[in-house]
């Protein structure tokens, strides 16, 4: 589905040295490399506190602790998401609210999220995902009306930008109360090993999480909240401060794919191609069909068979899942979990093996 080793490839000489400098220095935690990354990366999304951490789990579980919620308040999250958004939620004793999204950009559904509000909501989650952000022009709104953090999970999206009505273009993720973010290898902003980032143009909300990630100190040795240990090491922040330069470069590639993409299943009944959202881009963190009238399991298995890969995401709603059983109805997500089918997406694809992927997706019938 992507492949790390071509990207790699093509930078390795700026990566080997980034690394080495720091084997050379030993300063494996909190190395000069973590605060210069933190500061370009600040930098490039225009926003005023990026907080690295461990992953991007750890970061949605460092913003809701920082937000102060009491057990048993309400969150509200699409149902057709990534497990983590969910999950950490309900650790922290909270009650995730499932939604269901908008079928044709996969994001929260504005009505829904208005519907499920009561007076124990505290926050939303608009996970942007696949790459395009959510409706923001009415979510931001909303939450104002009824005193609600916004928590976006920027973990498919980063780079992706939104324009408001009013000419105004934020990066995802810098919108809202807090963003988090993911480095997994795979993601589009993506270091060699695990890593995450909280944003924030909050003062109050930077100085809490930034103290939750240390272990609820500010001053070594005085506890004043309780924290958890999350740290980017100094490794990954030297990869990622490398790699942030190519980011934008890496998102024209993925969006130079999907027109391909586009290209050769839009004007196919049996393919629905992801649709934009004229006030996003879309930084293409997955390609998501939706099949029409065609078996989407025999077609990935024939995908596979003719050594092409794809994945489901995501198979089961989050309120199927044993350990998230949710009341409601969703039907555009049972929907989506039937028909998606995400194709190869990644920095590296060439012409070569575009032309196979598509080929091979036409051919099934
Ligand atoms: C990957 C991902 C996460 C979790 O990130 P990790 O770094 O793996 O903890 C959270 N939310 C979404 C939507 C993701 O895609």
């Known amino acids: 589905m992507v492949d790390l080793k071509g990207q790699y490839l093509k930078i390795n000489d700026e990566i080997n040295e980034a690394i080495q400098t720091v084997l050379d220095s030993t300063i494996f935690i909190n190395g000069p490399q973590v605060k210069s990354f933190a500061a370009n990366l600040q930098s490039y999304l225009n926003v005023k ?10 970061a949605l579980q460092v913003a809701f602790m920082a937000l102060d919620l009491r057990p048993g308040d309400e969150v509200i999250v699409p149902c057709f998401t990534y497990v983590a958004t969910a999950e950490v939620i309900a650790l922290l004793g909270l009650k995730p609210v499932l939604v269901d999204v908008d079928p044709n950009t996969f994001q929260i559904d504005i009505a829904a999220f208005e519907a499920a509000i009561t007076d124990k909501t505290k926050a939303v989650v608009p996970v942007h995902l696949f790459g395009q952000c959510a409706d923001m022009e009415s979510i931001l709104p909303i939450a104002k009306k009824h005193s609600i953090f916004v928590v976006e999970d920027t973990a498919q999206a980063i780079g992706a930008k939104y324009t408001f009505d009013n000419g105004q273009a934020h990066s995802a993720g810098c919108m809202g109360d807090f963003g988090t973010t993911s480095f997994f290898p795979s993601k ?3 270091c060699y090993g695990d890593g995450g980032a909280i944003f924030t143009n909050n003062d109050d909300l930077a100085s809490k999480a930034r103290m939750i990630c240390n272990h609820g100190q500010k001053k070594k040795y005085h506890h004043s909240v309780v924290g958890v240990n999350s740290r980017l090491d100094t490794i990954q922040a030297a990869i990622l401060d490398v790699k942030l330069k190519y980011l934008d470069t890496y998102s024209a590639a993925r969006q130079q794919v999907a027109a391909r993409y586009d290209e050769a299943f839009g004007n196919h009944e049996a393919f629905e191609i992801p649709q934009r959202d004229p006030k996003s881009s879309h930084v293409f963190h997955q390609y998501t069909l939706k099949i029409n009238g065609l078996d989407r399991d025999a077609l990935k298995e024939h995908l596979a068979n003719n050594g092409v890969p794809s994945m ?12 998230y059983k949710g009341v409601g109805k969703f039907p555009v997500t049972y929907d989506l979990c039937s028909r998606v089918l995400s194709l190869p997406m990644s920095t590296e694809l060439t012409e070569n093996q575009i032309h196979t992927i598509i080929e091979t997706t036409l051919k099934f019938r």
Not at 49 to 58: E, L, Y
């Open 49 to 58: 506190h990026v907080i690295p951490c461990a992953n991007g789990t750890d």
């Open 188 to 190: 589009n902003l993506g």
């Open 312 to 323: 489901v995401y995501y198979p089961v709603p989050l309120n199927e899942q044993e350990a």
